[in-house]
């Protein structure tokens, strides 16, 4: 009882004050007794209510579909002439009873049943339609939670496994070079393990966070490469202070390390910055590669959508948005931009031929 009680509590409500206010009108305009304006207001009522609740609980569900609607419209006509003229005919016999000085016809307030119910019928339907719509809306923006959460985890799964690969065989050359120095390496490896375990688990992490486990990596680089390997990392002090999605830029700096060039008779760099400008954060990275590779001309192409101008969004040349090597980390990265700043994010790959270089703007709300 108290379950029916809760879940119909609004419509219980709506009739007692519906009740109410129509015996309060016949007693006070028509100057009838309380006890016949009782009466006479329940026999409206269960008209009008009965018109409403077969419509909306049992026409509705079984008839309101695309290939019905004329079905529908005409069992919904139906319903509201028959409960109308029941109704109507209810007023008139008990108000015969209550006032034996009536002489009408107990069909006489047939028109005004008619004219109630079908406003009534029509404004149910109405709240009945928008009430469903909202719950729709409601449910999909909840399985659209639901299913970005999901993938979300899923993008993180498929990152922790490249960085481990990557990460394990940077230790276990450094193990035949320098055990002592592996050893060290290994303890900074575990801080890494934590971070990612532990740290990022959140939607969001602080920058500073972010910024010490990309620089552990780009240390245990330097010591697998050795000094073949020239590393130009700078991290502005304006980069501090906000947060980003945690391993959001980590693909990317795998990305430049694994496919560094290595020359015998030319540099070989990694160029790593990081400032923030404005309400923006900015990442560059650029690396030389081994086999010149023809350029692809650059078609990214940055625009504000109209009425918006902090909006940032990306456009990338058709059929390849992204001409670098890498396969899952950059579908990752270019997924979760998608997916955490949509329309908030400017991604821009330059293929030099002998080079490669990214850039990354993030509009930090």
Not at 194 to 199: E, S
Not at 220 to 243: C, H, M, N, W
């Amino acid at each position: 009882m108290a379950r029916f009680l809760f879940r119909f509590r609004w419509h219980i409500l709506f009739w007692i004050l519906y009740f109410i206010s129509w015996t309060w009108f016949s007693a006070s305009y028509f100057h009838n007794p309380v006890w016949v304006a009782l009466v006479l207001t329940t026999a409206w009522s269960l008209g009008q209510g009965s018109s409403i609740y077969l419509t909306i609980y049992r026409w509705i569900p079984r008839l309101l579909k695309p290939r019905r609607i004329w079905l529908f419209l005409a069992v919904v006509v139906l319903t509201i002439f028959c409960c109308s003229a029941l109704a109507s005919f209810s007023f008139g016999f008990l108000l015969k009873l209550a006032l034996p000085s009536y002489s009408g016809s107990s069909f006489a307030f047939l028109g005004y049943m008619l004219m109630g119910n079908t406003n009534l019928v029509m404004l149910a339907i109405g709240l009945y339609t928008l009430r469903q719509r909202l719950r729709n809306e409601r449910r999909s923006q909840r399985l659209e939670k639901e299913h970005t959460e999901n993938e979300l985890r899923f993008l993180k799964s498929q990152m922790n496994p490249h960085f481990l690969f990557n990460a394990i065989n940077s230790i276990y050359v450094l193990i035949r070079k320098d055990p002592g120095l592996a050893e060290h390496t290994l303890a900074r490896f575990s801080d890494m393990l934590r971070y990612q375990l532990y740290d990022c688990s959140t939607d969001y992490i602080r920058i500073e966070k972010e910024i010490t486990y990309l620089e552990n990596y780009i240390r245990l680089e330097q010591l697998r490469k050795g000094p073949v390997l020239t590393i130009d990392y700078q991290s502005a002090e304006s980069v501090a202070g906000f947060s980003i999605a945690p391993l959001l830029i980590m693909p990317l700096i795998e990305n430049a390390f694994k496919f560094v060039s290595s020359h015998t008779d030319c540099e070989n760099i990694v160029r790593l910055h990081l400032f923030f400008s404005g309400d923006s954060f900015h990442f560059t990275i650029f690396n030389t590669v081994d086999d010149p590779a023809p350029a692809i001309p650059d078609h990214n192409t940055t625009h504000h959508p109209p009425g918006n101008p902090d909006r940032i969004a990306t456009t990338h040349p058709p059929g390849n948005p992204y001409p670098l090597p890498g396969g899952i980390g950059l579908e990752n990265i270019r997924r979760r931009l998608e997916l955490l700043y949509p329309n908030r994010h400017q991604l821009h790959i330059d293929n030099g031929g002998d080079y490669y270089s990214v850039s990354l703007k993030l509009l930090i709300k």
